[in-house]
């Protein structure tokens, strides 16, 4: 339960880390769907002091979330979609999660932003303005298109373990600037050390403010500098045959996938192939009885073949172990 004190220092802090006269002048609107979570009253608050008009969906706080788990993707966010297709000039969308410690993005056609492209444009942001200096602590299942975006402005990259909280440690240790992971969550140290999809949001809204395209533009001049990489995942049962292959795969990896040889392995959590174009992770998870699959690939289709190579190998590993 947040006190009004904390709420409001929390507040101060946001907006002093933000560049409110570029927010206030750019002309820029934001559709905020809060999904009935606690950044309902927070990150539209924030906006609005900083003089970015918000329409905010789904605000008001609801334990049981209107009925729908308030998870920010896909056809949760049709209304989102839908809000900002009514809504003219230089608009963005913005929807927390719950406990609003995850972000999601839609740019001005409602189009739905992956985790790692949102990560990749707030670092990009960050380091054009010079407040990313030192490192960047990322997920091992996180895209390399954040790692193309850091080596660009001469940053190093710290790969760890699943789970925010490894990223955390690098905050807090003072060994990274800024954390972001494949599922939506982003600290920049400074304010937060946690994930804080408020503050993710905020800072999303400053950059298409600098900006002042059109973040579908801004998303295809990030994709001219970096290539069309694309992530995704999917899960299959964890069958003992699957678990086990998995452990062969991390303790002897293919040296090719497909066309595309294979430039370095982790074994920080699961298996990670290391790619020209992208990387593909088999992971067993640590919450659900399923084997995960994480890729990246070039473009749409290029995503799409990545994970089926992912699920041949795995499989393929499976059945010469039976």
């Known amino acids: 339960v947040r006190s009004a004190d904390w709420s409001a220092g929390y507040r101060d802090a946001v ?11 750019s ?4 559709v905020y769907d809060a999904m009935h979570g606690c950044g309902a009253g927070e990150l539209d608050a924030i906006l609005n002091r900083a003089g970015v008009p918000v329409t905010t969906l789904r605000g008001d706080p609801d334990p049981r979330f209107g009925g729908s788990p308030p998870d920010p993707s896909g056809e949760r966010l049709r209304g989102l979609s839908s809000s900002i297709a009514r809504t003219r000039g230089l608009v963005i969308g913005l929807a927390n999660d719950g406990d609003a410690d995850r972000l999601a993005v839609m740019d001005e056609r409602g189009r739905l932003l992956s985790e790692t492209q949102t990560v990749a444009l707030l670092l990009d ?9 030192k490192a960047v602590a990322v997920s091992v299942a996180t895209g390399t298109l954040v790692e193309r975006v850091a080596e660009s402005h001469g940053l190093s990259m710290l790969r760890r373990p699943m789970g925010f909280k490894h990223l955390s440690e690098a905050l807090i240790a003072g060994h990274a600037d800024v954390a972001g992971e494949e599922s939506g969550g982003f600290a920049w140290r400074p304010v937060a050390r946690d994930k804080d999809g408020i503050l993710a949001g905020c800072l999303m809204a400053e950059r298409v403010a600098c900006d002042a395209r059109p973040l579908s533009k801004q998303v295809q001049a990030l994709e001219r500098r970096f290539g069309r990489l694309r992530c995704g ?12 292959a998995t452990r062969v795969l ?13 430039r370095g392995v982790s074994r920080t959590d699961g ?3 290391a ?9 067993a998870s640590g919450t659900e009885p399923v084997i995960r699959i994480y890729a990246e690939g070039t473009g749409a289709s290029g995503l799409e073949r990545r994970l089926l190579q992912g699920t041949r190998l795995l499989r393929a590993a499976a059945r010469r172990i039976r």
């Open 275 to 283: 790619l020209d174009d992208g990387f593909l992770m088999l992971r």
């Open 271 to 273: 298996v990670r192939l």
């Open 27 to 30: 002309g820029l609107r934001v």
């Open 125 to 133: 942001h960050l380091a054009r303005t010079g407040r990313v200096r």
């Open 15 to 25: 907006l002093a880390a933000l560049n409110r006269r570029t927010l206030r002048r």
């Open 233 to 244: 995942r999917m899960a299959l049962p964890a069958t003992a045959e699957l678990a086990a």
């Open 250 to 262: 991390a303790e002897s990896p293919p040296g090719r996938l497909g066309t595309s040889p294979v």
